[in-house]
């Protein structure tokens, strides 16, 4: 079993920035994928970030440039930076973490970008 505790969300204003952080514990030594995803409402939950360990992140068009995905392997944290928000980016943010075939989730973290 993986743990996925996530914090950072909150209440911003667009232009603004937020860093979201996800901390994997439990068996997460050999967790394969890390990332987030993001559902706004109304909408389907879709892909943000992803690293695949060993690998570079990959983004979702709407958020290249403005959004950078890192990972402490030592922590087994990861984290979202995200820039320039806009009130499209608004949403539950999701931690996600692949492990043996088998698919973790966070509680999510409310992103709110609003003026």
């Known amino acids: 079993q993986v743990q996925l505790v996530e914090s950072g969300g909150g209440l911003v204003q667009p232009g603004g920035s937020l860093r979201l952080s996800c901390a994997a514990s439990?068996?997460?030594?050999?967790?394969?994928?890390m990332g987030w995803y993001r559902q706004a409402p109304g909408k389907q939950r879709e892909l943000v970030a992803l690293?695949?360990?060993?690998?570079?992140?990959v983004y979702a068009d709407s958020v290249k440039g403005r959004f950078t995905l890192s990972r402490d392997s030592v922590k087994n944290t990861v984290y979202l930076q995200m820039n320039s928000l806009k009130p499209e980016d608004t949403g539950v943010y999701y931690c996600y973490a692949r492990r043996s075939g088998l698919d973790y989730w966070g509680q999510g973290t409310q992103v709110t970008v609003s003026s």
């Open positions: 439990g068996s997460a030594f050999s967790i394969n994928a």
């Open positions: 690293i695949v360990i060993g690998g570079s992140p």
